[in-house]
């Protein structure tokens, strides 16, 4: 599914999206540390992209504050489920397919980073804080695309 955060009109609206899109990432993140099983290092990784996707609502956050705006405190309630629920679908087939749910998430928070990157009605200090994130959203997602995918298929013949 692709993200349509960073196509509202006006630059708030794209920020404040970008915000909830972070507050799904955390969601989903959690889910995933929660639910790997097999790989300390990938979820190592994972936890770090989770305290990256943190930063990043804070700083997204800090930044609406300094524009009189005011920023929203979690993830809509009507996507939240979407994302986390890939992660745990996915972790009752195992440890690759979480990667895997989990590199879709990552495509979303890249697409909305671009968007709202390449804007031009964008705050002057908007920039900074958007180039930093979508510089993190590139690294979670190169490394994520990164991991081998071993899917094993067991089929008795009997």
Same mark, same amino acid.
């Given at each position: /599914?692709?993200?349509?955060? =960073?196509?509202?009109?006006?630059?708030?609206?794209?920020v404040k999206e970008l915000i909830e899109l972070e507050y799904e990432a955390v969601e989903s993140y959690e889910t995933a540390v929660s639910k790997l099983t097999h790989n300390n290092e990938c979820k190592m990784h994972l936890i770090?992209?989770?305290?990256?996707?943190?930063?990043? @609502?804070?700083?997204?956050? +800090?930044?609406?504050k300094q524009h009189n705006e005011e920023p929203p405190k979690e993830a809509s309630k009507s996507k939240q489920w979407?994302?986390? =629920?890939?992660?745990?679908? +996915?972790? @009752?087939? =195992?440890? %690759?397919?979480?990667?895997? +749910? /989990?590199? =879709?998430? %990552?495509?979303?928070?890249? &697409?909305?980073? %671009?968007?709202? #990157?390449?804007?031009?009605? *964008?705050?002057?200090?908007? #920039? %900074? &804080?958007?180039?930093? *994130?979508?510089e993190d959203e590139k690294r979670h997602k190169k490394w994520l695309e990164e991991r081998p995918q071993i899917f094993h298929v067991h089929i008795s013949v009997g």
């Open positions: /599914m692709t993200t349509l955060v =960073g196509i509202q009109s006006n630059l708030t609206n794209a770090s992209f989770l305290e990256d996707h943190k930063r990043h @609502i804070s700083e997204l956050s +800090a930044l609406l979407i994302k986390s =629920g890939k992660v745990t679908v +996915a972790n @009752i087939i =195992g440890d %690759e397919f979480i990667i895997a +749910a /989990m590199k =879709g998430n %990552e495509f979303d928070t890249n &697409v909305a980073y %671009e968007r709202i #990157y390449t804007r031009e009605d *964008g705050w002057k200090d908007v #920039y %900074e &804080v958007i180039r930093r *994130g979508l």
